[in-house]
């Protein structure tokens, strides 16, 4: 497995971040500028038509990250059953989202404490991956 850590942790896809993203991003600029230097229908429908596929390309991230997500909830629930002391897991919808994403990153023998700590605290994302002390590398990731 490859190190990974609190600062090397962010996935970057490059046809998505480098490429895809700019490139329509660039166009549906381009095709408003059409717009406002050459107002007509054809421009119109142009610029409507960019800002759909622009719209298309952030849904379909975020419909990818959102699938994901759900896989981790999941995933943490069935990996603090067998970590958590029954009082703990009680609470375990008390977390949210946003927090078992941070929380995943923890190993097993310091994931019960981070819990409380994090139950108690309304700790968020990033300051609770900052109080990671050993790091378990997620590499599958969207």
Not at 67 to 86: F, G, N, S, V, Y
Not at 102 to 126: I, N, Y
């Amino acid at each position: 497995m490859a190190e990974q850590s609190y600062s090397s942790h962010t996935r970057w896809l490059p046809a998505f971040h480098f490429f895809a993203f700019p490139v329509l991003l660039l166009n549906t600029i381009n095709e408003l500028r059409h717009l406002y230097l050459a107002p007509s229908r054809s421009t119109a429908f142009a610029a409507l038509v960019a800002a759909a596929i622009m719209t298309s390309l952030f849904l379909a991230r975020v419909m990818a990250l959102t699938a994901q997500d759900r896989l981790i909830r999941l995933e943490m629930r069935l990996r603090l059953q067998a970590l958590l002391p029954p009082d703990l897991m009680a609470r375990f919808n008390e977390l949210t989202v946003s927090q078992l994403v941070g929380l995943r990153f923890a190993s097993d023998g310091e994931l019960p404490a981070l819990v409380g700590t994090v139950l108690k605290d309304g700790t968020k994302q990033s300051e609770i991956k900052k109080m990671i002390k050993q790091w378990v590398p997620d590499l599958v990731r969207v």
